[in-house]
């Protein structure tokens, strides 16, 4: 059977768990992504801001 396929997104995720389990911290799947979408967010409304300035 053929090794699975790591794409540049699975070791960057990889490499997220490791440090975030340095930490002390192991987050789950969900609780990540809902943190990456408020970041983004984040960004997007200060972006906006700056332009309306």
């Not at 002390?24 to 300035?53: C, F, K, W, Y």
Request: charge should be negative; proline fraction near 6%.
């Amino acid at each position: 059977m053929a090794e699975p396929t790591v794409t540049p997104s699975d070791e960057k995720a990889r490499i997220v768990r490791e440090r975030l389990t340095l930490y002390g911290l192991n987050p789950s799947v969900e609780l990540v992504q809902q943190l990456m979408a408020e970041a983004e967010a984040d960004i997007q409304r200060a972006r906006t801001h700056e332009l309306n300035m």
